[in-house]
């Protein structure tokens, strides 16, 4: 057991009085960041980033990585308060989270949020400890076919789940297609659809209609349904958090599954945010009561919160161990480690392990402090919606604006956002859907990058799919899960029959 | 004698005038110009990447050592492969709060979209460094030489190996069409989002071999998972220092030696926006000149094997017209011109 070892001595360098400090104050500029929308971890992290150079890289990954713990950890408050996902893997929360709020239990969604932010991210840290060599080389096996089939795996574990007519989601789901296409074509590095226009070369960014479709767009609802939010009835009261503890173990299922595709999706790495969409969509599929997905389900705030956390933080490791970032922030976190003379991959755990175990140490103990400042919090959080609904949607609305022009400090994103906000409204209203919208946005562009490397590399046969075990595998399991609702209902017309006969 | 005394005295008066002349002339160029708000210090390519660390690095040495009063902020542009932050210096005509870091995407990105700018919309300030290219190829592979490996990918036949790199027309696809000019051999290139993947994407054998950056590769260098096969330069990198446990930069051929004569360095340089003027010029310059003699940046620049050259005013400018020649001529025979 050398790792545990090696751990209680990265315990002793990050259990400085020092570190600590810089562990709080760090997890509270998460929070805050996270719950500015636009500003996200990425971009908090690299602004902070030249501020540390003069510190020892120790407490300065430290204070950076918690950070990034604290941004994740704030996403899910504006996500369920006010139906504004702070950060993009906390939109799947949005889909239950808000609904609770407004059925006027908003403390208890944020505390099963940031309690399943916090098991997400400890599994995760727990298979950095004792299984980082071997993932590292299960990373490896990812080339572009299998990103693809992994791709293909998000959408099958998406489709079917909403409500709506299914035309009505291949029609929003479309959209999110088209729009992903605007911008540069990463394959051929030409521009398109942009008719000339300097502003759509950056194609849509996916925080911005997000911002926009999701917070924009309930505030319109909202002003039309009569001014005033349905979570005031919310009673309030210090005890919201032991309460949602004691409905937390029944989800158990849900937390091991959400870490486990937190886990796969952050080393390999694909990121938080089809994390937190596949562990939501694939949560419907197994709850016994998928009815009630969508209209305020605990279980439907766990899922997406432990994977988009358990990605968040496995994203570190490919990053430790390769030198390849899991995730936009942990790229930044990389060039600080270049900065400070670190140089990550292989060779990084041996060389510098006091570094290295001091870091994981440093996940465990910033997790925990995390956890304890976002939970001291809920109730004020939660109170926020006793706010009268013209005091506070003027707020949201800057902050929306703000948020939106952050992204990339242009102004004519604000605008895009007002228009991203009508649309949302206008799909409500016409009951459209808007979560596989927001899914192809997201999503498309890496999936259409993933498909055609995979073509170019077997020179256009398609075959290189489902060559090898590995990417056959996800693929078959895409498939099946795409097709899992039609083979329910072909059963059940055959028991119908029987029962009939 | 008294003559002679007296020209030495009338020497070392010339002397002491002159010295105060110069000394008079530096303060007020420096006084002249400073900026008295922030300085905005754009990045045309996204977070993480080779661009953005060096501005990083470069705004967090400012910082340490106070090489300037006004703050310096960092913001990506990364839009249309770097055309979003070039049309933003070229349309703040006379603005000095504004500079801009460049990639190889100063050359290729109008010439492969048609999107209008040229490096002459800017005013050019500095050239910081070179960054180099490698050859790499997995060790699991055994390719004893560059010339080994491009004899295997011809043996294999057209378009049957893979290349992979960073980006569309930019820095690596156009390297990869000089090798083949320079052998005859084919490669399938598959662009691929940043160096770090690229280099990950070789370890796992999904591709035959890439031209990463010495920084992007290095740790993968050290694991022995890569080969450095021959450096695309006309000379050999430098520094001496061991990096693996047998080989130092120094010890890697340049590809001329190979066989394979392929040659590229990528620009690392700052601009401004057009129309500011030469004091404003001259107090980045001082700026940088002071920055590149800390020892962090030397540091960096050994870390990521750079080429260290330094160039400003009309040395720079002709660096930059034979650099854009070569770049249209070689996107030109690769057909990659925007129609």
Known sequence: MEEINALFHGFAVALTLQNVMYMFLGTILGVLIGVLPGLGGANGVAILLPLTFSMNPVSAIIMLSCIYWGALFGGA????????????????????????????????????????????????????TFLAPMVAKFALQFGPAEFFAV?????????????????????????????????????????????????????FDFLIAVIGLFGLGEILLTMEEGLAFKGTEAKINAKVVLQTWAKLPAYWATYIRGALIGCWMGVTPGGATPASFMSYGIAKKFAKNPAGFGKGELEGVV???????????????????????????????????????????????????????GLIASMYLGNIAGLIVVLTTVPYFAAILKIPFSIIAPVILVICAIGAYTVNNAQFDVYLMIV????????????????????ALVLGKMAEGSFRQALLTSQGDVSVFWENGLCGSITALAIILLISPLLGKVWGMIKGNKAAA | ????????????????????????????????????KQVEFVVPAGTGGGADQMARLMQGIIVKHNLMKQPLVVVNKSGGAGAEGFLSVKNSKGDPYKIIITLSNLFTTPLATGVPFNWKDMTPVAMLALDQFILWTNTEKGYKSAKDY???????????????????????????????????????YIPYKGGGEVAVQLVGNHIDSTVNNPAEAVAQWRAGSLTAQCVFDDVRLPYKAKVTSTQSWNDIPTCKEAGIPTDYQMLRGIFMAPGVTPDQVAYFNEVFKKMMNTPEWKDYMEKGAFSQTHLTGKEFTDWLTKAEATHKQLMQEAGFLAK
């Not at chain 1, 906390?90 to 099963?112: I, N, W």
């Not at chain 1, 400070?340 to 570094?355: I, N, S, T």
């Not at chain 2, 002491?16 to 110009?33: D, E, P, R, Y």
């Open chain 1, 77 to 128: 408050i504006t996500s369920i308060l006010f139906n504004i996902p702070g950060e993009p893997w906390s939109v799947a929360t949005t889909f239950d989270g808000f609904p609770m709020a407004q059925k006027g239990q908003p403390g208890e969604a944020l505390t099963a949020a940031f309690t399943s932010s916090f098991v997400g991210a400890f599994i995760a840290v727990l298979m950095i």
């Open chain 1, 151 to 203: 791709q293909l795996l998000t959408f099958c574990s998406f489709v079917g789940m909403s409500k709506e007519p299914p035309f009505k989601t291949i029609a929003s789901m479309m959209i999110g297609f088209a729009l992903a296409s605007v911008g540069m074509d990463s394959i051929t590095g030409q521009l398109r659809l942009t008719f000339g226009s300097e502003e759509l070369m950056r194609g």
């Open chain 1, 303 to 357: 899922a997406p919160e432990t994977a988009a956390h358990a990605a968040g933080t496995s994203a570190l490791l490919p990053m430790l161990t390769l030198g390849i970032p899991g995730s936009p922030t942990a790229a930044v976190l990389l060039g600080g480690l270049l900065i400070w003379g670190l140089q990550p991959g292989p060779l990084l755990f041996v060389e510098k392990a006091d570094f290295v175990w």
């Open chain 1, 420 to 439: 991203f906000g009508v649309l949302g409204y206008v799909f409500k209203k016409l009951s459209y859907p808007l979560a596989p919208m927001v899914l």
């Open chain 2, 1 to 36: 004698m008294a003559i002679s005394m007296k020209s030495a005295f009338g020497k070392a008066l010339v002397g002491v005038m002159g010295a105060g002349l110069i000394a008079s002339v530096s303060t007020s160029a420096l006084a002249a110009w400073e900026p008295d």
């Open chain 2, 150 to 188: 491009i004899d295997a990918a011809k043996a294999a036949g057209p378009g049957k190996f893979k290349m992979g790199g960073t980006g569309s027309k930019q820095e690596d696809q156009i390297i990869t069409v000089g090798l083949e000019k320079a052998t005859g051999a084919k490669f399938s």
